[in-house]
């Protein structure tokens, strides 16, 4: 499908995008219910790629009677003209390899260095994506999904449901055609209007990660050593071994293998894996569990030369596709073409995010050390990092997230054609939304969907007693059920609704009368 670049000036504007589209088809024609567009969240991320591995899942999710249609935004996948920053793939994979260390801050690398890296990768997206920058923007999308479901042709009101990033789409939609909406669900839910407005938010949307890990020192010392290979006889020796690692890992690598080195950065994107995913990923042969015992004891390198491979090319991928349970839809699992999408359309979308890097100490100072736990108190504590922007980057965390985004995207001199000029408030829409959020996510903080649904007079927000990221990082009946009712007839759960998982971390059912209960409270603490 072919869209014009700009909406707002569409009639003078002869530039096009070629947007990729796919869909699978509903089941029969009795009960049909028309298009319902899906979109996996990034931003960058690919939507054809993520309902072709998705599409059983969701059409069991949402019912048989919907096409299940999904499309690659602007920018991204196989849309046309493609964003690139980069002279050719080569360039790309040194420098965003260069940057994934640069973000997490190894000891030869400064907030100087950092900064010199933006603005290296500004000037590329510039001298080789200029023309498309203005038009890449999160609310050109909702142009083109407002147009694509109106060219499919069954209905103008909008059927959507989408993950993390893909909420901000959501709610600019229904705060941009408010009459327009059939049903719209959101599942990991970002703050749209902290999003265009708030320039620390890339700082703030992971406050709750600290949450999750302290959910993995609590079940692996309820389950004992049996079943956790990382146990301790205490919650607090877990930490602590934790800790150990992590500070060891900070100052020499380990030997993984025959001959292959892990340092920090690679074992701190390794923990975010497992915070995404920790129903499917904290045991099993190549759980987390195991992964910490082999470090705690010096035994990575007794890894055969496959298996050191097979774990570093698992660290490279990014996120863990779920496989422990096949009713679960993986928003993780859709690919990113090249990789500074997500930043660039960020930073499109937020003129106000910091181009700065110095800036963001200021921030740390004064905000984030009261939202957080143990890992941005020790930063702030060593190595003199509040008086001395030039220090190197001192003692991690245990949020990785937050030391992974102690900066905000790139400042490219360019934003978006079209963004809103005020903040959204008291829009009042068609048909109610549903916002599903994590009591613990370390991506999306459940005061997101809150804030989020507070701009929707009459939406819903349904909460999960779920760690991971979305709801689909641990199988839930009560989900299942609440959007399957949703999407059916339109049925917003009660007020006040906590769903509860039917499996936690290290294969736990809950409906056992003998360790379901006990492990659901250990899951709280």
Request: aromatic residues 10%; negative net charge.
């Amino acid at each position: 499908m072919r869209k014009v670049a700009d909406h707002i000036h569409a009639q003078s504007d002869l530039r096009t995008f070629s947007i990729a589209m796919t869909r699978v088809q509903a089941e029969g024609s009795s009960n049909y219910l028309g298009p319902l567009f899906v979109n996996p969240g990034g931003p960058g991320d690919s939507g054809t790629d993520f309902l072709f591995k998705n599409a059983d899942n969701l059409a069991q999710l949402v019912g048989s009677g919907y096409d299940i249609v999904s499309w690659d935004p602007r920018g991204v996948g196989s849309t046309l003209p493609a964003l690139s920053c980069f002279e050719n793939e080569g360039a790309r994979t040194s420098a965003l390899s260069t940057e994934e260390h640069l973000y997490l801050f190894q000891q030869n690398s400064t907030l100087e260095d950092l900064g010199i890296h933006y603005k290296t990768l500004s000037a590329g997206c510039q001298k080789y994506s200029s023309e498309i920058l203005p038009f890449i923007g999160t609310m050109a999308n909702v142009r083109d999904l407002n147009l694509m479901n109106h060219l499919y042709g069954f209905s103008d009101d909008l059927t959507y449901l989408a993950y993390s990033y893909g909420s901000i789409l959501g709610s600019a939609y229904a705060a941009t055609f408010p009459k327009n909406i059939n049903r719209i669900a959101v599942d990991g839910v970002l703050d749209v209007n902290r999003w265009f407005f708030d320039k620390n938010f890339f700082l703030t949307s992971y406050i709750d990660s600290d949450k999750v890990i302290n959910d993995f020192f609590n079940l692996c010392f309820f389950v004992g050593k049996r079943t956790c290979a990382f146990w301790h006889p205490s919650y607090a020796a877990i930490r602590q071994a934790f800790i150990t690692i992590d500070n060891n890992l900070k100052q020499t690598p380990a030997t993984a293998g025959p001959s292959r080195q892990l340092d920090w950065s690679q074992f701190r994107l390794y923990v975010w894996i497992a915070l995404k995913n920790p129903v499917s990923s904290w045991t099993g042969a190549g759980g987390f569990d195991k992964f910490l015992s082999l470090l705690e004891t010096n035994s990575l390198s007794d890894l055969t030369a496959p298996a050191a491979d097979a774990l570093f090319n698992y660290i490279a991928q990014g996120n863990h596709e779920i496989t422990s349970n096949e009713t679960l839809i993986d928003p993780t699992s859709a690919q990113r073409n090249g990789g500074e999408n997500a930043e660039v359309i960020a930073a499109v979308d937020n003129p106000y995010a910091f181009g700065d890097i110095q800036s963001l100490l200021p921030f740390f100072q004064s905000q984030v050390v009261t939202n957080t736990g143990y890992l941005v108190q020790s930063i702030l504590a060593t190595h003199g990092i509040l008086n001395n922007c030039t220090s190197r980057f001192p003692q991690p965390s245990l949020n990785p997230m937050l030391v992974l985004t102690m900066s905000n995207p790139p400042d490219l001199n360019t934003s978006a054609s079209e963004r809103p000029t005020k903040p959204f408030a008291n829009i009042q829409t068609s048909n109610p939304l549903l916002f599903l959020g994590n009591l613990r996510d370390p991506l999306t903080p459940l005061q997101d969907a809150l804030n989020a649904s507070s701009i929707f007079p009459g939406s819903s927000v349904l909460v999960a007693n779920i760690s991971g990221h979305t709801t689909n990082a641990a199988p839930s009946t009560c989900v299942q059920q609440a959007v399957f009712a949703y999407f059916s007839n339109g049925t917003l759960p009660q007020s006040g609704t906590v769903c509860q998982p039917d499996v936690l971390p290290f294969n736990i059912e809950l409906n056992s009368p003998t360790t379901g209960t006990t492990a659901l409270s250990s899951f709280e603490r």
